[in-house]
DNA sequence: TGGGTGACCATAG
DNA sequence: ACTATGGCCACCC
């Protein structure tokens, strides 16, 4: 693999930082989207930011659950990140959370919004 | 400078 | 319920 990986400008190091910060306060066995994490950093369709954002998560130095960040329908569309093609859905199926054709089941109940469990952050 | 792309999302028909 | 479209912002030719 070049050495291509993803380069960080000293411009979004912060905003990166805050995506994994964020991520790292997900609670075992829960999970939450893209988009909830997009607003609750403020951006409004940024989205597609915190999914690049992730693409950086592997390379940090402290462990970002990315497996718990999913799309808004709970499915596993970043899967294909993982070393593994089953890597994310095995480490979510250890939280017991039950995943079923790259979709997790039940979504709803195992959904975290940071910006309301961290409201008063 | 400009066009294509992306681990997304909301809206419209 | 499903597809199409636009918006978003940073990156890479």
Redesign the pocket.
């Known amino acids: 693999m070049p050495d ?1 990986s ?2 960080i ?1 000293e ?2 190091k912060d905003y990166f930082d805050s995506v994994f910060q964020v991520v790292r306060l997900i609670p075992k066995g829960r999970a939450t ?4 994490i ?1 607003n609750y950093l403020g ?10 954002a ?2 950086a ?2 390379s940090q130095k402290e462990y970002v659950p ?1 497996h718990r ?1 999913v ?3 709970g499915m596993l ?2 899967k294909h ?2 070393p593994s093609p089953t890597a994310m859905q095995e480490a979510l199926e250890s939280e017991e959370i039950l995943v079923k054709d790259d979709k997790i089941q039940n979504f709803k109940a195992v959904y975290w919004d940071p910006s309301e469990e961290l409201k008063f952050d």
């Not at 989207?33 to 909830?36: D, I």
């Open positions: 291509n993803i380069k400008s411009k979004n989207s893209y988009g909830a997009s951006t409004k369709s940024g989205a597609r930011m915190v999914g690049w992730m693409n998560s592997h990315a960040v799309n808004r329908n569309t970043g990140h993982f």
